[in-house]
């Protein structure tokens, strides 16, 4: 598949915003974010490689870049004393779970586009919405698992206790189902 310049010029937006964030992080001693970074990477290629055979939209793209800034954004910017992360946007939704709401919505939309080559899918089938929120879920389970290494590895880490890892299993889930409404 040839590279389109509209990919190249969201790689390219990928590739400034994680080099700059990574020397803010890096000027912080903000090592958690520095492993976010990583593992931002490791999705990004993970994206590129899957496009190249796939072709994800370019809504998908920009979703994805949308939520990857969005989550150096979080935790870089500082408002208060506090990480954007623990900002409240209106009395009843921080900041933290509108990007699990993006996020795992935009997951809902990778994993359709990407289960879609291999099996027969109709996004308006309750069946297979309800499974495009189940692999969201999922993908969110895997999120609190790499911030409870954050933790474990860092214990000096914004990621909050039992109450914020519930809030985020709740906002995954909520974006998997608006992902799953938006194909439908």
């Known amino acids: 598949m040839k590279i389109k310049k509209s990919d190249l010029f969201i790689l390219f937006i990928n590739i400034i915003y994680l080099i700059i964030f990574t ?7 903000n090592y958690e974010f520095i492993l ?22 370019y809504d998908i793209l920009i979703g994805l870049t949308s939520w990857g800034l969005l989550h150096m954004l979080g935790g870089g910017i500082i408002i208060n ?4 992360y623990a ?6 939704l921080k900041y933290d779970m509108f990007v699990h709401f993006l996020g795992f919505g935009v997951t809902t939309l990778v994993a359709y586009h990407l289960l879609k080559p291999y099996i ?12 495009l929120v189940l692999i969201a879920m999922g ?18 880490t914004g990621v909050g206790g039992y109450n914020n890892t ?19």
């Open 120 to 131: 027969k899918l109709n996004a308006k089938s309750f069946l297979i919405s309800f499974f």
């Open 139 to 156: 993908f969110g389970a895997l999120n609190e698992i790499i911030e409870f290494i954050a933790v474990l590895l860092m214990p000096q």
């Open 23 to 29: 020397f803010l992080f890096l000027g912080r001693k």
């Open 81 to 84: 004393k506090e990480v954007l």
């Open 166 to 184: 519930m809030w985020d299993i709740v906002f995954n889930t909520l974006g998997g189902i608006a992902g799953a409404v938006y194909l439908r």
């Open 36 to 57: 976010y970074i990583g593992v931002l990477i490791f999705f990004m290629i993970l994206i590129v490689i899957l496009h190249r055979r796939i072709n994800f939209s």
């Open 87 to 92: 900002y409240w946007i209106f009395p009843f």
